[in-house]
């Protein structure tokens, strides 16, 4: 898969979580590597993982300390980070409109 705006990763970990940066890196790795076809094979790799729709995923990053909603496209093979952030910060949001 090929990770879209990987500049919102680091974005996130410069500007006050130091500590998101290695699981950042982790999953920005892992995602790379990945070849999904579906909501299923995202789940197979993160069970933990949210599915909102057809398109939206939310990951679980450092331990569930932090979300990252992500939009897939599977023909593509695409990851579109749109989101990332605290709990409290995703509280705030709607995943729907990402």
């Known amino acids: 898969m090929r990770v879209i705006a990987r500049r919102t990763l680091k974005e996130f970990w410069e500007a006050g979580h130091p500590d998101a940066e290695q699981p950042l890196k982790a999953w920005f790795v892992e995602v790379s590597r990945a070849s999904w076809a579906s909501m299923a094979d995202v789940k197979a790799l993160y069970r933990h993982a949210s599915v909102i729709d057809a398109e939206r995923v939310v990951f679980n990053i450092g331990g569930n300390k932090y979300r990252l909603v992500a939009k897939v496209w599977f023909a593509g093979q695409a990851v579109w980070v749109k989101?990332?952030?605290?709990?409290?910060?995703?509280?705030?949001?709607?995943?729907?409109s990402l």
């Open 83 to 96: 989101f990332v952030g605290t709990h409290r910060e995703y509280d705030g949001i709607d995943v729907g």
